[in-house]
């Protein structure tokens, strides 16, 4: 059964159409990227598939469930996890404090234990019992995934995960992303950076203007020079 599918999305800020009629699938386990450049529509694509924009049209598969009107505590906990752009953690919260309070966003599903999301992120681990908000901006992205991981989500999307942070931080980020992949997690990553998203995904959806104009394997889209011309360069 299909992870993920997104039928004719439409979202309009009133009279301005952000996303139309975007149409794709996510296969279990599979890995896609959402390319473009700013002001696509790839944050307004996500922040509607997961529940904090209203759709103006189409709808959203998530597995066997129709996520398309529920709003985001529900999609969570329908198995779907979003790591925003600037992340939304609350600063004054710890470390641990964050993640337990993700785990309880899983509502009847099992959470993943934070043990898990420990092994992943060690630096978490020496960090649970500090603040949020004091911790340096690569690690303040680490908690925003666990926080996500948390929940056990069948899918991910992360929108822009690399964005601000430094060249070194960003290499151990993609080497944690290709870990999460092999547990089986399906991936969503919207991203600017052509670099990052060859990667991390196998496959990708070119956004202009709020619509798809090219989609393909990522190995594709590299070797694309009108592509890294219009929007990586």
């Known amino acids: 059964m299909t992870?993920?599918?997104?039928?004719?999305?439409?979202?309009?800020?009133?009279?301005?159409?952000?996303?139309?009629?975007?149409?794709?699938?996510?296969?279990?386990?599979?890995?896609?990227?959402?390319?473009?450049?700013?002001?696509?529509?790839?944050?307004?694509?996500?922040?509607?598939?997961?529940?904090?924009?209203?759709?103006?049209?189409?709808?959203?598969?998530?597995?066997?469930?129709?996520?398309?009107?529920?709003?985001?505590?529900?999609?969570?906990?329908?198995?779907?996890?979003?790591?925003?752009?600037?992340?939304?953690?609350?600063?004054?919260?710890?470390?641990?404090?964050t993640l337990l309070a993700g785990a309880n966003g899983a509502g009847g599903r099992t959470p993943r234990p934070l043990a898990e999301i420990y092994d992943l992120f060690p630096i978490l681990k020496e960090r649970r019992s500090q603040a949020a908000g004091s911790l340096s901006g690569g690690e303040q992205q680490m908690l925003a995934i666990g926080r996500a991981l948390v929940t056990a989500p069948s899918v991910l999307l992360l929108d822009e995960p690399s964005a601000g942070l430094a060249v070194g931080v960003v290499k151990v980020l993609v080497e944690?992303?290709?870990?999460?992949?092999?547990?089986?997690?399906?991936?969503?990553?919207?991203?600017?950076?052509?670099?990052?998203?060859?990667?991390?995904?196998?496959?990708?959806?070119?956004?202009?203007?709020?619509?798809?104009?090219?989609?393909?394997?990522?190995t594709e889209a590299s070797h694309l020079d009108e592509i890294r011309r219009a929007y990586f360069t």
């Open 3 to 97: 992870a993920l599918a997104v039928n004719g999305l439409k979202v309009a800020y009133g009279p301005v159409v952000a996303v139309h009629d975007l149409s794709f699938r996510l296969e279990p386990g599979e890995s896609v990227s959402l390319l473009g450049p700013n002001g696509a529509g790839k944050t307004s694509a996500v922040e509607a598939i997961a529940g904090l924009l209203p759709k103006a049209a189409g709808n959203v598969m998530l597995g066997a469930s129709d996520i398309s009107r529920l709003p985001a505590s529900a999609v969570v906990k329908k198995g779907l996890a979003l790591v925003p752009q600037w992340r939304e953690l609350f600063p004054t919260f710890s470390v641990e404090e």
């Open 176 to 218: 944690i992303l290709g870990k999460i992949r092999a547990t089986g997690v399906s991936i969503l990553l919207v991203e600017q950076k052509l670099d990052i998203a060859q990667a991390v995904t196998e496959r990708s959806l070119v956004l202009s203007v709020g619509q798809v104009s090219w989609t393909g394997p990522i």
